[in-house]
């Protein structure tokens, strides 16, 4: 049988999720901003570093590498288009990591917009089983994609457009609706009273809030979401919503005639909350 692969969402720093992927043995760390709680989870599970991802240049998402580097001598996987120091195999869109003694692999897209050369990593595992005489439901796909895709939210614009980032987010709505979101931040909370304010009338957010209010009150994550249930409750991936549009226009006095425009004045006002 194939080793179970394990996901668990390290908290770091004030309100980062360093992801961690694993099985019995080796693991994968990604976007390790601090490497205290890196160090610490290795230890108490017996588990071998094997590799470093990272998905874009900011600290508090490469701040551990150093660290880490100086205890395990692992491969770091990078964005090819930014200037990160430690990566040793830099990667763009298409390529594929496969990380050692783990039996899973990751293919790279490119979703600039939150920085110029953001990427992701995304895992999808469709090989069945070798001598099964039954197909088995292969298991749902796994996206890590740093600060580019929250839970009822996006990330801000520091160097790329918005033209850019709706692009990078519409590249990730047209992921397999199962696809596990594993963002690197726990905003869930604070996007939600936007998200809220934007569309004032979605019943599926306020069962949404109810929901991560009662997990973040047991000081247990909210993430990972999926990638239909944002489809629902993010209003970043709802830019096509006439009413959300019609909401925009009123709330902020401004034509909002298309996707793009709404993307951008919404980014703009959030930014401002």
């Known amino acids: 049988m194939s080793p179970t692969i394990k996901y668990t969402a390290l908290p770091a720093l004030q309100t980062n999720y360093i992801w961690i992927v694993s099985d019995e043995r080796n693991a994968v760390a990604i976007d390790p901003g601090d490497a205290a709680p890196v160090k610490a989870l290795l230890t108490e599970s017996?588990?071998?570093?094997?590799?470093?991802l990272l998905t874009h240049h900011h600290h508090d998402h490469v701040g551990g590498v150093a660290n880490l580097?100086?205890?395990?001598?692992?491969?770091?996987?990078?964005?090819?288009?930014?200037?990160?120091?430690w990566i040793t195999h830099p990667v763009r869109e298409g390529d594929i990591v496969c990380p050692n003694k783990l039996p899973i692999q990751f293919t790279v897209l490119d979703i600039p917009g939150h920085t110029r050369g953001h990427i992701a990593f995304?895992?999808?595992?469709?090989?069945?089983?070798?001598?099964d005489k039954q197909r088995r439901e292969p298991p749902p796909p796994h996206l890590f994609c740093g600060d580019t895709l929250f839970a009822s939210g996006c990330g801000r614009l520091f160097e790329g457009t918005p033209q850019q980032m709706l692009a990078s987010l519409d590249k990730l709505a047209a992921l397999p609706d199962t696809t596990y979101v594993h963002c690197a931040h726990e905003y869930t909370l604070a996007n939600l009273r936007f998200a809220l304010m934007c569309e004032p009338n979605n019943a599926e957010l306020?069962?949404?809030?109810?929901?991560?209010?009662?997990?973040?009150?047991?000081?247990?994550?909210?993430?990972?979401?999926?990638?239909?249930?944002?489809?629902?409750v993010n209003?970043?991936?709802?830019?096509d919503n006439l009413a959300l549009q019609q909401r925009l226009a009123h709330l902020l006095s401004v034509p909002v005639n298309d996707r793009l425009t709404a993307f951008t004045v919404m980014r703009k006002w959030k930014d401002q909350c």
Do not use: C, M
């Open 46 to 52: 017996g588990l071998q570093l094997s590799a470093i």
């Open 122 to 131: 995304f895992q999808d595992e469709k090989r069945e089983a070798k001598g």
């Open 235 to 239: 209003p970043f991936l709802r830019v």
């Open 69 to 85: 580097l100086g205890e395990y001598d692992v491969p770091v996987y990078g964005p090819a288009y930014e200037l990160i120091e």
């Open 206 to 232: 306020y069962a949404w809030q109810h929901k991560a209010q009662a997990l973040r009150d047991y000081n247990q994550p909210t993430v990972p979401t999926t990638i239909g249930y944002e489809k629902q």
